[in-house]
């Protein structure tokens, strides 16, 4: 699936198995909320973000914001994946059980931070979130990162 924000001219995409993945994670563990890290990489211009994979940290918090425990854990597999795969962290994604996919103050504030840690060497980190009802996704939205603010993909 592919994604693109045209003010930005910004592209992103997403193979549908990964999502399904995710999908199932976020229905199996309704009604609490699920989530974790993405991974991924650019395209050689920097205007096209692949979504290549998840990592779902083994200490979950029911609310949002685990991404500094996660990732001073994973950092050995992050150092590998980068290594191996040129891949490396790239955002955020989690579920709002019987809610929609846009974002709260508490994301938004969470993406902030994100974005200027000293650990996280991409400048704008994508946020992923699937609205959940029981046994389906009601609908999902994909935002990017900049300048103290989110901006979908469409
Ligand atoms: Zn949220």
Do not use: C
Request: net charge positive.
């Amino acid at each position: 699936m592919d994604f693109i924000n045209k003010n930005n001219k910004l592209f992103l995409s997403i193979e549908d198995e990964l999502l399904n993945k995710l999908t199932n994670i976020a229905i199996k563990n309704f009604p609490n909320e699920s989530g974790g890290i993405l991974i991924g990489n650019y395209s050689s211009d920097f205007r096209t973000l692949y979504i290549r994979d998840f990592i779902t940290p083994k200490i979950q918090k029911k609310s949002l914001f685990f991404y500094k425990r996660s990732v001073s854990n994973l950092s050995e597999t992050l150092k590998k994946l980068y290594e191996e795969k040129e891949q490396y962290y790239i955002g955020e994604w989690h579920s709002h059980p019987n809610g929609n996919s846009m974002y709260s103050s508490t994301d938004l504030n969470a993406m902030i931070s994100i974005a200027e840690s000293d650990t996280v060497n991409i400048k704008n980190p994508i946020l992923l979130i699937l609205g959940i009802k029981k046994n389906k996704v009601e609908e999902f939205s994909i935002y990017f990162y900049n300048n103290k603010g989110l901006h979908r993909y469409e």
